[in-house]
């Protein structure tokens, strides 16, 4: 099983960046995929999760109406559209992929903001 994450890099504050997150080694179609982010010094938090389907999703307040989680199941990848980003965005973003009773993460991808 491998999730791969892509992407990342320094963007100024307001600008955009678009995370990828590459999936093999389990049926990607099966499982709920979400991203999560952790800055240094504090724990891991849910950015954005989206169900199996690729129809119903979540975001906390932090994100809603700046970052848009989608995913493609013909090519077993989920993204991460992330917009009018802020300094405290920073973080690394994980990859998960949870259901069947199994969860797996990436590696992360390094995300910092600032001018």
């Known amino acids: 099983v491998q999730l791969v994450e892509s992407g990342g890099g320094l963007v100024q504050p307001g600008g955009s960046l678009r995370l990828s997150c590459a999936a093999s080694?389990?049926?990607?179609?099966?499982?709920?995929m979400s991203w999560y982010r952790q800055a240094p010094g504090k724990e891991r938090e849910l950015v954005a999760t989206?169900?199996?389907?690729?129809?119903?999703?979540i975001y906390p307040d932090s994100v809603k109406g700046r970052f848009t989680i989608s995913r493609d199941n013909a090519k077993n990848t989920m993204y991460l559209h992330m917009n009018s980003l802020k300094p405290e965005d920073t973080a690394v973003y994980y990859c998960?992929?949870?259901?069947?009773?199994?969860?797996?993460w990436g590696q992360g991808t390094q995300v910092t903001v600032s001018s």
């Open positions: 998960n992929a949870w259901g069947l009773g199994n969860a797996y």
């Open positions: 989206i169900f199996s389907a690729g129809v119903s999703t």
């Open positions: 080694g389990f049926t990607f179609s099966r499982y709920d």
